[in-house]
Every structure is written in structure tokens, then in C-alpha cells.
């Protein structure tokens, strides 16, 4: 989801532009019983982020080691028996 920082209320906006580096750049966004209802991520902290999930999702795709069988029935074949 995206929004738009004018959609935000100017406390909050403050909040994430200047984070307060002794509590750390993450927003934890809870509702009134304490559970974690949300998380605001910093640009560079979210850029990391993805760029390991890339990374552990490379390693598993790279440790598939199916052997290619050629006489293995296609998408469709396997569709048409379904029906």
C-alpha cells in the first residue's frame, strides 16, 4: 500500500522524518491493548530488508534440483484430466 505523506497527521510525518536515533528508526504502531498493529521502516532499513529476502530466496531456488524428465505431462495435460 502506498499513501501519500499529506495523508498523514504532522506528528506522525515529524516522527518519520526525524527519527530519535536512541529508539531507533523502526515506528511501531500499536493499538490501545499494546498488540503491534503495524510497522514503519525507513527507506534504507526497508531497501535492506528486501534485498535479504532476494538473497534467502535465491539460496532456496538455487538448492531445487529436480531433474528435468521429458516425457513429464505439460500444464494443460494435467489440467484437461482434472475436469
Same mark, same amino acid.
Given at each position: 500500500?502506498?499513501?501519500?505523506?499529506t495523508?498523514?497527521?504532522?506528528n506522525?510525518?515529524?516522527?518519520?522524518?526525524?527519527?530519535?536515533?536512541?529508539?531507533?528508526?523502526?515506528?511501531?504502531? &500499536?493499538?490501545?491493548?499494546?498488540?503491534?498493529?503495524?510497522?514503519?521502516l525507513q527507506?534504507k532499513?526497508? &531497501?535492506?530488508f528486501?534485498?535479504?529476502?532476494? &538473497?534467502?530466496? &535465491?539460496?532456496?531456488?538455487?538448492?531445487?534440483?529436480?531433474?528435468?524428465?521429458?516425457?513429464?505431462?505439460?500444464?494443460?495435460?494435467?489440467?484437461?484430466?482434472?475436469?
Amino acid at each position: 500500500m502506498r499513501i501519500k505523506s499529506t495523508d498523514l497527521p504532522t506528528n506522525i510525518l515529524n516522527l518519520i522524518n526525524n527519527p530519535d536515533p536512541l529508539e531507533g528508526e523502526d515506528i511501531q504502531i &500499536e493499538d490501545d491493548s499494546g498488540k503491534l498493529i503495524g510497522v514503519i521502516l525507513q527507506p534504507k532499513a526497508y &531497501e535492506f530488508f528486501v534485498k535479504k529476502i532476494g &538473497e534467502r530466496e &535465491e539460496e532456496l531456488d538455487g538448492k531445487l534440483n529436480e531433474p528435468y524428465d521429458n516425457n513429464s505431462k505439460t500444464l494443460d495435460e494435467l489440467k484437461r484430466e482434472s475436469e
